[in-house]
């Protein structure tokens, strides 16, 4: 009876003993698993992280590319108007150069034309040469106020050294001082500059 009591005991003790080991397994599995997850989500949170941060910098440097590009364009097309507005003030200055020198070589022709016409006699104006004479002259003057080629007047002008070259002084009560007596030579403007200056007399 003694051995029987006692192995019913163990039985007993076994059974009391196992349960227990297993819970405690199975707490312990169920530790490690919950680690596993926890880890497993603070890994998935860096790599979301890292991934957005990444994401950012992608971004910027997108950001910076296309600005950079844009400034590059903005300072292109600047380059290109001052380029543009430079070449025109350069065609207009060789243009008006190119006036300018064409007057200069095709006024010494118009004075002669002028100091032929005046040589003609009173009776001899009628005539159909002098006719045909003035109206050549008439046609230089025309095409020279069509390109902005304008005489100068000097008659009842006040003497001004930036239009007149003063080649001589004389004492004259009919003329106030520093006024205009007598025109030589003709002189003509191009727009605001002096092609050629006039020639004249200079009351004192």
Do not use: W
């Not at 971004?59 to 950079?68: F, G, S, V, W």
């Not at 095409?143 to 080649?167: C, Q, R, S, Y």
């Amino acid at each position: 009876m003694a051995n029987k009591s006692e192995e019913n005991l163990d039985e007993l003790l076994k059974k009391v003993t196992e349960p227990e080991s297993d819970s405690k397994e199975d707490t312990k599995e169920e530790k490690t698993t919950e680690c596993e997850t926890e880890e497993k989500e603070a890994t998935s949170e860096e790599n979301s992280e890292e991934q957005k941060e990444d994401e950012k910098d992608s971004k910027d440097k997108k950001d910076e590319i296309i600005e950079d590009l844009n400034d590059r364009i903005k300072r292109q097309m600047a380059e290109f108007e001052n380029f543009r507005k430079r070449s025109e003030k350069e065609k207009s200055q060789m243009y008006d150069m190119g006036i300018k020198t064409f007057a200069e070589k095709i006024l010494p022709v118009v004075d002669n034309f002028e100091r032929g016409l005046a040589q003609v006699p009173e009776e001899n104006k009628s005539d159909s040469f002098v006719d045909g004479m003035n109206l050549v002259y008439k046609q230089i003057l025309t095409a020279f106020d069509e390109i902005g080629i304008k005489p100068i007047e000097t008659e009842g002008k006040e003497f001004d050294p930036n239009l007149h070259n003063a080649v001589m002084h004389v004492e004259d009560e009919n003329f106030g001082d520093n006024m205009i007596v007598e025109e030589f030579q003709k002189g003509y403007t191009y727009h605001d500059t002096v092609v050629r200056h006039s020639m004249v007399k200079v009351a004192n």
